[in-house]
Structures are given as structure tokens and as C-alpha cells.
């Protein structure tokens, strides 16, 4: 994990994040250029194990990345993904500063921009609007989250790539197959079984 002098570009894609939600001063910018940090992450590599406690708050300025944990056989299960202009968090270890229970880990190579904790703390004080913005980014993942269970429990493995399919159109041909199917709870092949019989279906 290589921490890099912030790119203009990179601080440039984190601001345009927040002007999705409100307008950002020259103050205001020179505060975030300062507590927000830059790394690159190779491919493969972790930015969260197991046992850890999660210290940053991570925007994907590019790249992807997986949450994910394994069963006693050593099988992935894939909770989330999160590629350009998205956050990825364990927000139960990062909040209540206790052991992480997944990893997260690059897919591909990629460069993000971090904020601690405490800086993050010293955010919602200071500015209510980074409150209320990342207590929206909290909330639509406990949304998403408990989309995927019912979705788990109630529908298809058809169903459920054709969702994934509009929840993420950028990532279905950017993901390799063992990627998708170990978010759906299915095998590589059966999903390669479900492609081709939409294919089929036209």
C-alpha cells in the first residue's frame, strides 16, 4: 500500500462526489485536501483483514474492490463491490472500533483517497452537511444490504445475476465470472449456464 502526494484529478473526483450533495468552499476544500490521504493498491492486495479494526472510510478514485469473507473451506462470499466514485467501509468495525470480520481487497489496480476516524469525527463537528452526506452513503448500503438478503431468499439465481446486471452494468463485463458468482452464492459454471440461456432467450 503505497500513500502518494494527492493528484489533482483524484481530489478533483472526490469533490465532484460531495457537489452531488452540496456546494464546497475554497476553505472547505483546503480542509479535505488536508485530512484526506492518497494510496495506490496493487492488484490483490488488502486494505482490511479479519481481526483488524477498520481505521478509514476508502473512496475509489479508480479501480474496484471487493468486502468479502470465507467459510471454514476457504470459499468467498461476496458482500460488496465498489469501483469509481464509490466508498467501501466494514462501518460496523470502523464505528464501534471493534475487529473487523471481513476483508477487503483490489481486484485490480487502484487508487484511493482515505479518511481516518477521527478525522472523519472532526468533519461531522465542524461541517452538519458531511454528517448528513455520509450518514446517506451509510444508509444506502444498509439498504443495499438488506436488498441482497431478500433477494437471497426470495428470488431465482436468474433473478438475481438479471439485478446485478442493472445494479452494476459497468462491472458485468468487467468482473470475472468467479467474481459475480461468488456475490450471487452460485458456482462460475452455473452462472456460465444462466448467460447462455438468456443468450438463448434473446
Known amino acids: 500500500m503505497e500513500q502518494?502526494?494527492?493528484?489533482?484529478?483524484?481530489?478533483?473526483?472526490?469533490?465532484?462526489?460531495?457537489?452531488?450533495?452540496?456546494?464546497?468552499?475554497k476553505q472547505e476544500r483546503k480542509e479535505l485536501e488536508s485530512i484526506f490521504v492518497e494510496k495506490k493498491i496493487k492488484r490483490r492486495k488488502y486494505i482490511l483483514q479479519p481481526n483488524e479494526i477498520c481505521k478509514n472510510f476508502t473512496f475509489v478514485i479508480s479501480g474496484c474492490f471487493k468486502m468479502l469473507t470465507t467459510d471454514e473451506a476457504g470459499k468467498e462470499h461476496i458482500l460488496d463491490f465498489a469501483a469509481e466514485n464509490n466508498w467501501i467501509c466494514d462501518m460496523?468495525?470502523?464505528?464501534?472500533?471493534?475487529?473487523?470480520?471481513?476483508?477487503?481487497?483490489?481486484?485490480?489496480?487502484?487508487v484511493i483517497m482515505q479518511i481516518s476516524w477521527h478525522d472523519l469525527i472532526q468533519l461531522y463537528i465542524k461541517y452538519m452537511k458531511f454528517n448528513s452526506t455520509f450518514r446517506i452513503i451509510a444508509e444506502r448500503k444498509s439498504i443495499e444490504l438488506q436488498n441482497r438478503i431478500l433477494q437471497n431468499i426470495s428470488l431465482s439465481s436468474e433473478q438475481r445475476y438479471l439485478n446485478f446486471s442493472s445494479t452494476y452494468p459497468h462491472l458485468i463485463n468487467r468482473l470475472p465470472n468467479t467474481q459475480?458468482?461468488?456475490?450471487?452464492?452460485?458456482?462460475?459454471?452455473?452462472?456460465s449456464k444462466i448467460r447462455k440461456e438468456l443468450l438463448y432467450k434473446g
Open 92 to 110: 460496523a468495525s470502523f464505528y464501534s472500533k471493534t475487529p473487523s470480520k471481513v476483508f477487503i481487497q483490489a481486484i485490480e489496480p487502484s
Open 180 to 191: 459475480i458468482a461468488a456475490y450471487l452464492g452460485i458456482t462460475s459454471e452455473f452462472l
Open 4 to 25: 502518494i502526494e494527492i493528484n489533482r484529478h483524484s481530489f478533483d473526483a472526490l469533490i465532484t462526489f460531495f457537489l452531488g450533495f452540496f456546494t464546497i468552499n
